[in-house]
């Protein structure tokens, strides 16, 4: 392949995956200005690795993997991977993954019913932190918690919300196999 084949290719992939890839960085580290980065350096990175992609292969999953290790390497570097965690980083990855084969819908109606069920105090949590954009220490100060406190919550809500989503699904799931 000479260099306006791989420039090309490399376009090509990186256009087609830009909003999975983009996805997946802010979904874990909810900040745009993090994400901007971070995609910037998984594309670079991506580009001076490319002759290690195999054509016909998953880009979307080799991106992936390289977007889990360059944000594991952020969270790190800021000292923020205790309170997220690799296990819930390899989670997100996990789920990203499954979303990715399957229609989103079912997820997000998932997603919806187990949010339902969470008690008033996890639901603002959740609020704070994914809607008003507010990191652990914000929250923590305004709850007039500790911030360690907040982080164990946060893992512990998302952690019930993956295993709610994976069991309302097989419910879904089981119940379309009935009525065929």
Same mark, same amino acid.
């Given at each position: 392949?000479?260099?306006?084949?791989?420039?090309?290719?490399?376009?090509?992939?990186?256009?087609?995956?830009?909003?999975?890839?983009?996805?997946?960085?802010?979904?874990?580290?909810?900040?745009?200005? *993090? &994400?901007?980065? +971070?995609?910037?350096?998984?594309?670079?990175? $991506?580009? @001076?690795?490319?002759?290690?992609?195999?054509?016909?292969?998953?880009?979307?999953?080799?991106?992936?993997?390289?977007?889990?290790?360059?944000?594991?390497?952020?969270?790190?570097?800021?000292?923020?991977?205790?309170?997220?965690?690799?296990?819930?980083?390899?989670?997100?990855?996990?789920?990203?993954?499954?979303?990715?084969?399957?229609?989103?819908?079912?997820?997000?109606?998932?997603?919806?019913?187990?949010?339902?069920?969470?008690?008033?105090? *996890? &639901?603002?949590? +959740?609020?704070?932190?994914?809607?008003?954009? $507010?990191? @652990?220490?914000?929250?923590?100060?305004?709850?007039?918690?500790?911030?360690?406190?907040?982080?164990?919550?946060?893992?512990?809500?998302?952690?019930?919300?993956?295993?709610?989503?994976?069991?309302?699904?097989?419910?879904?799931?089981?119940?379309?196999?009935?009525?065929?």
């Amino acid at each position: 392949m000479n260099e306006q084949e791989r420039n090309n290719l490399f376009s090509d992939l990186i256009a087609r995956h830009q909003s999975e890839l983009y996805g997946y960085i802010f979904a874990v580290v909810r900040n745009w200005e *993090d &994400a901007d980065d +971070l995609y910037q350096s998984v594309c670079l990175v $991506l580009w @001076s690795k490319f002759e290690l992609f195999r054509p016909g292969s998953s880009f979307f999953a080799w991106a992936r993997q390289t977007a889990k290790i360059t944000i594991s390497n952020h969270l790190r570097h800021k000292q923020r991977l205790n309170c997220i965690g690799e296990k819930l980083l390899d989670t997100l990855t996990e789920v990203t993954i499954k979303a990715q084969d399957e229609e989103p819908e079912p997820y997000l109606a998932a997603l919806r019913q187990c949010k339902a069920n969470l008690s008033a105090a *996890d &639901a603002e949590l +959740l609020e704070l932190h994914y809607i008003a954009n $507010l990191g @652990s220490c914000q929250i923590a100060h305004q709850l007039q918690r500790p911030q360690q406190s907040i982080c164990r919550s946060l893992n512990r809500i998302r952690g019930w919300l993956l295993e709610c989503i994976e069991m309302e699904l097989a419910r879904q799931e089981h119940s379309e196999r009935i009525r065929s």
